[in-house]
C-alpha cells in the first residue's frame, strides 16, 4: 500500500499549535466580581470575547481590527484578535492600559485582576483612597485599644506611589488582593452596611468633642409685640390643599413661621407624625382634612412642640416642608397597590459561585441568602405572587444582571436578601433594610417590611436606612432596577448570637413570612397590626 505525505504549510502548523494551547479561564475582578462568561487563555495572556465585556461594565465598540473601550472611567482602544471563532480582547493587555495589574492563580486557569492604590491619604480623622479600577472597601473596627480597620479588596500597594498619612496610621499589604489600612480612634464609628465597589473611598471619623467645648446658645431678645418662641395655644388644623390621583397635598396653617424645621416619622405603615417645633397647639373643631387618604388626626403636645398624628386608610409615602407661616405635608401613594395575587416580584438571592459574600463562623452569607430566598420565593408564590429569583443555586450573577433580569420581567417589585458583616469579632448585632434614597415610597416599602421582621427575629432593630447613607450613589442593584425595592441585611454573620440565630430553621421561616406580611401591608392587601 502507497502512501501520500502531506505537509502542513507553516502558518496551519502555527495555527493548529494555537488552538491546541487554547483552554477556557476564568476571571476575578478586583474585589469579587466575576463574570458569567468565560474567557479564553492562550500563552499567558487571557482573551475576552467581545460580547463578554458589558459583564465587567465595560462598553466596546468594534472598529476594523480594533475595539474601542470606555472601562473604569477611561477610554482607550486595542487591537483584537480572533481566539477559537471569537473576536476577542486580550485582558491583561487591556488592564495595562487602565493602569491595572493582573496575575493568574498556582496551579488554576484563574486570572486575579488588581488595582493599585494610586492614592492615599489618612490623617486628621480622614481616609481617602482612589485607583484606577474598583475596589471594595470594608470597615471594621477593634476595640482596647479603640481602632477602625478598612480593607480595600482587589487592592495593591504601589510602592512608588506617595502617602500622605499621620502617625496614627498603619498601611500595609494584608493579603495579596487586599490592602489594609489601620486607624487609632478617640471614638469608634457606628457602622452598618457594605458600600458598592468604586474607584474612590472617603471615610470621616467621627471626632470627641474637647471637655471645655460647649454648645454656644445664643442669648434670644424678644421685642415687644412679637411672637415668642413657643407659639402659645395655637389652633391645628389640617387642610387639605391639592389632591391627585398619586398624590395628596395638606397643609397646616401657623400664626408666625416656625423656629426650627419640621420633621416625620413612621410609627406604623399606616399612621406618620409630624413634629413642629416650638409650637403649643390644640386640635380644631373640624381638624380632619377632606380627603379619604386620612382616617384621623391627633396631636400630642409636651415641652419642645406639637406633634400632629395622621393615621391613614392606607401606607403611604410621606413628606414635610415649611414655607412661611405654613406647613405642607405631602402623602404619596405606591405606584402599585392592592391584592399580591398577580403582582411580579423577583426575589434576589445575594451573592454566589465564586462570590461567597461574608463569612464568619463556618457560615457563608452566599448559602444564607438562597436558603432565605428560596423561603420567601416560596411563601410569595404560595399568596398568587408571579416570583422570578435571581439565582435558585449556587452560581454568580453579576450585578448588573441582577438588576437587569428585573426590569426585563417589568416586575413590581425587587427584594434583594443580604447578611451583614463588619469584618473581624463583631458587637455590631442587629437587622436593616435598605432603600435607594431619598425617595419616599422606596422608603415606606422598607419600613412596611423592616417592621414586620423586627417582630419576628430576635435580633435588634437598625431600622431603615437610605443606601446614600453607606455610599454616594447607593447600592447598585437598587439604583439600576426601575421598580421599587429594598436590600435586606438580616444580621451580622460575624456576631455570634446573630449568626446562630439566623442558621436556624425557625428564624428563616419567620423572615420569609415576615417579609411577605410587609409586602403585603404595602400594597394594602393587610391591615397592619
Not at 458569567?36 to 462598553?59: C, N, V
Not at 465598540?61 to 486595542?78: C, D, H, K, Q, V
Not at 431603615?464 to 441585611?489: A, C, H
Request: hydrophobic residues 40%; charged residues 20%.
Amino acid at each position: 500500500m502507497m502512501r501520500r505525505l502531506l505537509s502542513l504549510a507553516p502558518w496551519m502548523a502555527l495555527a493548529a499549535a494555537a488552538s491546541a494551547q487554547v483552554r477556557t479561564a476564568d476571571v476575578v475582578y478586583t474585589y469579587h466580581e466575576g463574570i458569567a462568561a468565560r474567557g479564553l487563555r492562550l500563552g499567558d495572556e487571557l482573551f475576552l470575547p467581545l460580547a463578554t465585556l458589558g459583564d465587567l461594565g465595560w462598553k466596546v465598540t468594534p472598529r476594523n481590527g480594533e475595539a474601542l473601550l470606555e472601562a473604569e472611567g477611561t477610554r482607550t482602544s486595542i487591537t483584537t484578535r480572533f481566539v477559537a471563532g471569537k473576536e476577542c480582547v486580550p485582558l491583561r493587555r487591556a488592564l495595562e492600559k487602565l493602569g491595572a495589574t493582573s496575575i493568574w492563580e498556582d496551579r488554576n486557569d484563574v486570572l486575579k485582576v488588581l488595582t493599585p492604590l494610586t492614592k492615599i491619604v489618612a490623617k486628621d480623622g480622614t481616609i481617602q483612597v482612589e485607583a484606577p479600577l474598583g475596589f471594595r472597601p470594608e470597615v471594621s473596627t477593634l476595640i482596647s485599644p479603640a481602632r477602625v480597620v478598612f480593607d480595600f479588596k482587589g487592592a495593591t500597594l504601589d510602592p512608588g506611589v506617595g502617602q500622605d498619612v499621620d502617625g496614627s496610621v498603619k498601611i500595609s499589604q494584608y493579603r495579596p488582593d487586599t490592602v489594609r489600612i489601620v486607624v487609632d480612634a478617640l471614638v469608634l464609628p457606628r457602622l452598618g452596611g457594605r458600600p458598592d465597589p468604586a474607584r474612590t473611598f472617603k471615610f470621616e471619623l467621627p471626632r470627641r468633642p474637647r471637655e471645655t467645648e460647649r454648645p454656644v446658645v445664643p442669648t434670644q431678645v424678644v421685642p415687644e409685640n412679637k411672637v415668642p418662641a413657643v407659639i402659645q395655644s395655637t389652633p391645628i388644623e389640617v387642610t387639605l390643599d391639592v389632591e391627585g390621583p398619586s398624590a395628596t397635598l395638606l397643609k397646616v396653617d401657623l400664626p408666625t413661621s416656625l423656629n426650627a424645621e419640621p420633621k416625620i416619622t413612621r410609627t406604623a405603615p399606616d399612621v406618620v407624625e409630624v413634629f413642629l417645633p416650638g409650637v403649643l397647639g390644640t386640635l380644631a373643631d373640624g381638624a380632619r382634612p377632606n380627603t379619604d387618604a386620612v382616617s384621623n388626626v391627633a396631636v400630642r403636645n409636651d415641652a419642645n412642640g406639637t406633634t400632629i398624628i395622621l393615621y391613614l386608610s392606607q401606607p403611604m409615602g410621606s413628606e414635610v416642608w415649611a414655607s412661611g407661616n405654613s406647613v405642607s405635608i405631602q402623602l404619596l401613594k405606591p405606584s402599585i397597590e392592592g391584592k399580591l395575587a398577580g403582582k411580579v416580584i423577583v426575589v434576589d438571592p445575594g451573592h454566589g459561585g465564586h462570590d461567597n459574600g461574608a463569612r464568619s463562623g463556618g457560615a457563608s452569607e452566599k448559602n444564607l441568602t438562597l436558603a432565605i430566598g428560596k423561603l420567601i420565593a416560596a411563601e410569595l408564590a404560595a399568596q398568587g405572587a408571579t416570583v422570578i429569583v435571581t439565582r435558585k443555586t449556587d452560581v454568580f450573577i453579576s450585578l448588573d444582571e441582577r438588576a437587569n433580569i428585573a426590569n426585563r420581567n417589568k416586575a413590581d417589585l425587587f427584594l434583594s436578601v443580604h447578611i451583614n458583616s463588619t469584618g473581624g469579632v463583631s458587637r455590631q448585632t442587629g437587622g436593616i433594610t435598605f432603600f435607594h434614597g431619598p425617595d419616599t415610597v422606596k422608603k415606606l416599602l422598607a419600613d412596611c417590611i423592616q417592621q414586620e421582621i423586627a417582630k419576628v427575629s430576635g435580633l435588634p432593630n437598625l431600622g431603615t436606612w437610605s443606601d446614600k447613607r453607606i455610599y454616594q450613589s447607593g447600592f447598585s442593584v437598587l439604583r439600576n432596577t426601575k421598580m421599587p425595592g429594598v436590600l435586606l441585611e438580616l444580621g451580622f454573620i460575624n456576631h455570634s448570637r446573630d449568626r446562630a440565630r439566623m442558621l436556624t430553621a425557625d428564624f428563616q421561616q419567620k423572615i420569609a413570612r415576615a417579609v411577605v406580611k410587609g409586602v403585603r401591608v404595602y400594597l394594602g392587601d393587610v391591615e397592619p397590626n
